[in-house]
């Protein structure tokens, strides 16, 4: 249990409860006081790192040149929106239903401004009340998955549907028929058109 909660070994009142055979009674107790502890922090870390594939932002070339607002400091701040977000939740024993929809984000004042969300000030991560109309609530709309999940110019849809599938209904899809062609790059205008375009133009194709 402290292995997993903590990444680390149990504390004094652990092992003094488990060498009094008092652990299994005290169990979610010490399970409440565990997730309180400042140490449940390394297995938030670890846990979401992983399994939200958080990889992807931190190895994410962006086009500062074209986002001009986003720096090292709002990239930095995205990773820490996505662990606050779910240590929040799980301090809080919130419905897992907040991994898809929630109406609140956890936000700073770097972050807020970086989405256009006023109000905020300060740099502590605070949950933040959202409008329905934001529609910013969730996994889905933080800037870890955005951005880890485009190809640092646009939104890449197939990226996107293949974590939402793989990672949060657990069913990986099946990879591609081996007679699919590759993107007719040498349409007329294809360098120019974006990536839901050019998927668009592929999917008609009959081959497709």
């Known amino acids: 249990m402290s292995y997993f909660l903590w990444n680390s070994p149990p504390d004094e ?15 979610p107790k010490q399970i409440e006081r ?3 502890d400042e140490r449940i922090t390394r297995m938030i870390h670890s846990f979401s790192y992983e399994w939200l594939r958080l990889d992807r932002h931190k190895s994410m070339d962006t086009d500062v040149g074209m986002y001009r607002d986003y720096t090292r400091f709002v ?59 934001e529609h910013r609530g969730g996994l889905l709309s933080q800037g870890s998955f955005l951005n880890g999940h485009s190809d640092g110019v646009q939104a890449h ?35 120019k058109m974006t990536l839901k375009e050019q998927l668009f133009l592929h999917r008609n194709k009959t081959s497709c």
Not at 13 to 27: C, F, H, M, P, Q
Not at 100 to 124: H, P, R, T, W
């Open 34 to 36: 565990m997730v309180d």
């Open 157 to 191: 849809p197939i990226k996107r549907a293949v974590w939402l599938k793989e990672k949060i209904l657990g069913d990986s899809p099946p990879p591609p028929p081996p007679n699919v062609p590759e993107l007719a790059t040498d349409t007329p205008g294809f360098e």
């Open 75 to 133: 990239k930095e701040d995205m990773f820490k929106e996505t662990y606050e977000f779910i240590q929040h939740i799980l301090k809080n024993d919130l419905s897992i239903m907040n991994f898809i929809d929630s109406d609140f984000a956890m936000l700073n004042q770097n972050l807020a401004e970086f989405y256009g969300i006023d109000g905020v000030k300060g740099n502590e991560f605070r949950p933040v009340t959202l409008p329905k109309e």
């Open 13 to 27: 009142k652990l092992n003094n409860l488990a060498s009094t055979g008092d652990l299994y009674d005290e169990l």
